[in-house]
């Protein structure tokens, strides 16, 4: 007979949840694309001032504040069979993967100002809007989840290693050569890069997925 899952607001967590909830962290696969390679990007491929393009991201860091405000009000105000936090990380797929492939597409042929308009655009729709509606939802889901500190306390653990170790590993460690396999040798061109991000999307997609079918919402459910 399969056990019953514990479903009371201080249940202690299974191997299961835990598991989850790590590959959860993957919601932060964008970031590391965005931290590590879209300046590289900017520069190497799309061909813009490097210091242009650094002051655009700069600027777009701005508008995060407030984003996490709202995006925070939503999540407390999210009524749905999955919880508050796990609709989020489903609804926010389709958006993310599309969001982060626009990014790094910056067309070739337009003029200087419309590059940098699409860059502005692109780079806070993929960062400011669509990785905040994945990152406060997934930190949301360690509390919702129980109320057993033990349990919170290694989950937090767990995003940390997923966030720090995992996800950035894979990105800085492997995303140059997966990008110069599918560019035909060549590290810095725009098919390799577009290719790479969409395997790294489609890493992310799995492993939120994973997440959010292992993982439950304890605390909303009985309040």
Known sequence: MKKQRDMSVDAKLGFSEHFGYFLGSGVNVQQALFGTF?????????GINAGLAATVIAISKV???????????????????LGKARPWLLRMMAPTVICAVLAFFVPATWG???????????????????????????????????????????????????????FTILVN???????????????????????AVIVYMIIY??????C???????????K
């Open 38 to 46: 879209l300046l590289v990007y900017y520069t190497n491929v799309a």
């Open 63 to 81: 508008l995060d504040g407030i984003s996490d405000l709202v995006m925070g009000y939503l999540v407390d105000h999210t009524k749905s069979k």
């Open 112 to 166: 200087r100002t419309a590059q940098i308009i699409y860059m502005f655009i692109t780079y806070n729709l993929a960062n400011t809007v669509c990785y905040t509606a994945l990152a406060v939802p997934y930190s949301s889901l360690c509390g919702l989840a129980t109320m057993n500190q033990k349990s919170r306390g290694i989950n937090g653990g767990l995003n940390s290693l997923g966030t720090n170790v995992l």
């Open 173 to 195: 460690s492997f995303f140059l050569k997966i990008s110069g396999a599918i560019g035909g040798g060549e590290l810095y061109t725009q098919k390799g890069f577009i290719g």
């Open 205 to 210: 997609v799995i492993a939120t997925g994973i």
């Open 212 to 222: 959010v079918a292992l993982t439950r919402e304890r605390v909303s459910i009985n």
